[in-house]
Each structure stands twice: as structure tokens, then as C-alpha cells.
């Protein structure tokens, strides 16, 4: 089946199931439209049919003959625009603001039906899905503010280790043994955990994690390592990278070390760019093949005790 082919049978499957091929909606006499239009007039107190129009993506005329029934209903009243003589200010009477709260009703318990039958975490994968699918149709609708950066939790590092294998497998062609390094890392990260010496941070975005980072100690008492930083495709462009980054750089200073190094490749580019944004330089190179590659591996630094060196200048 092809991919256009799978969206047409999802769609088919979903509009089944949440009801949308009735002719009205749960516990109201409103069409699709005609309550996605009460809902938009239900979220503020004036507005024109034209920024519904925009807001929905719906026709200006379909719009119209909706507006004009739910004036005849008596659901909704208008006035001339004191700012604009030729607009009309559309607002929901006390009918249609009890029209709106009938529909909100119906349409929240059917959904809460559609989840009865299924546990937790079926529910966070469920809505992890659609969230998904908005992410990616919109990127636009994202925001730096949606993003969280939260402590480790029971199965992050299982998780991280499973998304960084399969993320360089498909960016960079690196084989399984890059996920073996990964595990080996963090297994002895968290036998040889000290919380005055290492830390680490998962960053989300709506509940989804979509990158971490962690700071690790070395041999040396002055000397941590960043190590591991990723981010999801989904997520690049939010910043996440570099609060990532940074909020590791303000930890390592707090602990009191006097330098942070990291080892990346020369083929990871978004990351050497943000490296070298947030103070870090090259120190030194050398080629050598893994994970079934030839690569070009690279040690940065960044002295801790020089602040001026810590600006960022460039987001991820």
C-alpha cells in the first residue's frame, strides 16, 4: 500500500470512528462545519467572518450561509465595526453560548468513551500520534516556549540509546555498534553516578522527548565531559540543542569544573556549529573507521573560567 494510499485509509478510519459521517454531532442539530464555526465563535468575544474564514480554511461563502443561519437560529447577533464601517463584528447570543456548551459537552463524552476501554499508556501514545502528525504538517505551530527540559526518569536511557542508533543510522549510515557504544556509556554512567559530579537532561516538547544531553566526570577532579547530545529532526530549529548545551555548560560551572570537553565527528555539522557558538573550540582531530564508516573524529573545549567565551550566538 502506498503512502497516499495508507493517509486515505486512516482518514477513512478515523472519521468513522470519532462520528464525523453522522449528519449532526453528539448531543447537538450542528453539521461538522457549522460546529467548528461555533467553536471559533466561542473562543472570543467579537470577531469578523473573514478571520473565521482564514482561522478554518473554509470557504467564504460556505462560512456565510452558516453566519446567516445562525442568525436566523438567533445563536448569533452582529454590529458595525466602530474601526471598520465595513465590517461586521460577529458574537455568540446567550442561545448559541448554550448551544456551544451543549455541543463541548457531547463531543467530551464521546471521546472520553473512545478512551475508556484503553490504559495510560495507550492514551499517552494516542495523543503522542496525533501530536506527531501535527508537528509534522505544521513544524510552523512550534514553539521554543513548548520546550521542557526535565531530570532523568525510569527508561530514558533505554530510550535514548534505542533513538540515537536508529537517528545516525539513518543520517549518517552508522551500524549497530554506535548503539553498543551508546549503551556502554550510559551503563557506566549510571554504575559510577555521582550527583556532586554528573547530571543529565531530557528535553520534551507536549510530553514527547525529543533530545538530551548529559555531563559526565572524568579522571581528572577540574575536567567533565558533554557527552551524547541529540535532537530530534522534529525538534531542530526550536533551540533545544542549545538549551541543552547550555544549561549543561551553567551545571559544569556550578560544580565547579574548570573545563568541558566533548568528542563529535566532523560529518555531525548542526552540532560543531552550536559547539562553536557556545564557546567551545576545536582542539584537536584525527581520522580513524567506525561504526562501519570512515569518519573524521574531533575533540572541543571550553574553558569554564573564561565567561566571555560562554555567548551564545546562534541557535540549534
Known amino acids: 500500500m502506498s503512502i497516499v494510499d495508507q493517509i486515505r485509509s486512516f482518514n477513512r478510519f478515523y472519521t468513522r470512528e470519532i462520528g464525523l459521517l453522522a449528519e449532526h454531532l453528539p448531543e447537538s442539530e450542528l453539521s461538522l462545519a457549522e460546529a467548528r464555526v461555533l467553536y471559533e465563535l466561542a473562543q472570543s468575544k467579537e470577531q469578523t467572518a473573514a ?58 463524552s464521546q471521546i472520553e468513551t473512545l478512551l475508556s476501554p484503553l490504559a495510560e499508556g495507550e492514551r499517552r501514545k494516542l495523543v503522542a500520534g496525533m501530536r506527531d502528525i501535527q508537528t509534522v504538517l505544521q513544524p510552523e505551530k512550534a514553539s521554543a516556549d513548548s520546550v521542557n527540559l526535565r531530570p532523568l526518569r525510569v527508561g530514558d536511557m533505554g530510550w535514548i540509546t534505542h533513538r540515537q542508533g536508529v537517528l545516525y543510522h539513518d543520517e549518517y549510515g552508522w551500524d549497530w555498534t554506535y548503539e553498543g557504544l551508546v549503551s556502554q556509556i550510559l551503563g557506566e554512567f549510571a554504575a559510577h553516578y555521582d550527583a556532586d559530579h554528573d547530571d543529565a537532561w531530557v528535553a520534551e516538547v507536549g510530553g514527547d522527548v525529543v533530545g538530551s544531553v548529559f555531563l559526565m566526570k572524568t579522571v581528572d577532579p577540574g575536567e567533565a565531559k558533554l557527552r551524547l547530545l541529540y535532537v530530534e529532526p522534529s525538534a531542530r530549529g526550536l533551540g533545544v540543542g542549545t538549551r541543552l548545551v547550555r544549561t549543561c555548560i551553567d551545571r559544569a560551572r556550578a560544580l565547579g569544573y574548570r573545563k568541558l570537553t566533548l568528542w563529535t565527528y566532523s560529518v555531525q555539522v548542526s ?29 572541543w573545549v571550553l574553558d569554564l573560567q573564561n565567561r566571555n567565551e560562554n555567548t551564545v550566538i546562534a541557535s540549534n
Open 271 to 299: 552540532a560543531r556549529h552550536l559547539y562553536k557558538a557556545t564557546g567551545f573550540h576545536l582542539l584537536n582531530e584525527e581520522k580513524h573507521r567506525s561504526f562501519g564508516q570512515e569518519l573524521v573524529g574531533q575533540t
Open 51 to 108: 478571520t473565521i474564514v482564514r482561522s478554518l480554511g473554509m470557504d467564504k461563502a460556505h462560512v456565510s450561509r452558516i453566519v446567516a443561519r445562525f442568525r436566523r437560529g438567533d445563536l448569533l447577533q452582529s454590529r458595525i465595526s466602530p474601526a471598520h464601517g465595513k465590517q461586521k463584528l460577529l458574537t455568540l447570543t446567550s442561545a448559541g453560548r448554550k448551544s456551544f456548551r451543549r455541543l463541548n459537552l457531547g463531543t467530551q
